[in-house]
């Protein structure tokens, strides 16, 4: 019987966050989804800690567009949807994702808050997922969901290093606008406090304005794992 929904993850030495999003979408596995995570080498014990928790373990050569396209052409599921390792999901997002899917929707996306405290992390949670509702583009970590037959006649994710969320958003959106969905993903907030939050912030807007205008995904990607546009 083909599932509903396949979920796909993307890893690589997430053996800290990886159990934990195992856990909360234990009882989704239990009600028919397919669970797949595709890894990129770990050497932190990941894969072992995913084995029997998911239906498909596969790997990939690194880079989450690749990994994420491996999970997509081994999925079943009339549905993908693409969830990063450090994200947390609770239950009333779960049922919120199993009603929406009743309806048939193209693909959505979540709302999403950052998992540190403050008031500060809550209000770019509370940014990020309002900019997402006006634009109609979502980033990697609200949780995107599309149904299959659509992701692969546009051909899935583009092969960049970067952006490549955004990509897909907008050739998606050329056909319909997203299912919003409200309850919030957690996401891990680990870069935001690493790097400095009104510094990451900024290096987001700068990244996302430079990609709109044409800088290629490869140069953004090395600003961006070096936390710097300089």
Known sequence: MTPLLSVVIPVRNEA??????LDDLAG???????????????SDGTCELAQGRVDQLLSAEPGRAQQMNAGAAAARGEYLW?????????????????????????WGRFDVRLSGSG???????????????????????????????????????????LMEDLQLCRRLKALARPCCLRPPLLTSSRRWEQHGIWR????????RVAYYCGASPEKLSRQYRRGSLL
Not at 16 to 21: D, R, T, Y
Not at 89 to 104: H, M, N, P, T, V
Not at 201 to 207: A, F, G, K, P, Q
């Open 119 to 161: 008031l500060a992390l809550w209000v770019i949670g509370w940014m990020i997922s309002l900019r997402s509702r006006i634009s109609g583009i979502a980033s990697g970590d609200q949780g995107i969901f599309v149904l299959r037959e659509r992701f692969s006649a546009l051909g899935g994710y583009a092969s960049i290093p």
């Open 16 to 21: 800290q966050a990886l159990p934990c999003l």
């Open 28 to 42: 989704l596995r239990a009600a028919g989804a397919e669970l797949i995570v595709v890894d990129a080498g770990s």
């Open 82 to 106: 693409f969830v990063h390792a450090d994200t947390r999901i609770s239950s009333e997002s779960l049922s919120s994702l199993q009603a929406a899917l009743g309806a048939r929707p193209l």
């Open 200 to 207: 990451t912030v900024l290096l987001m807007w700068c990244l």
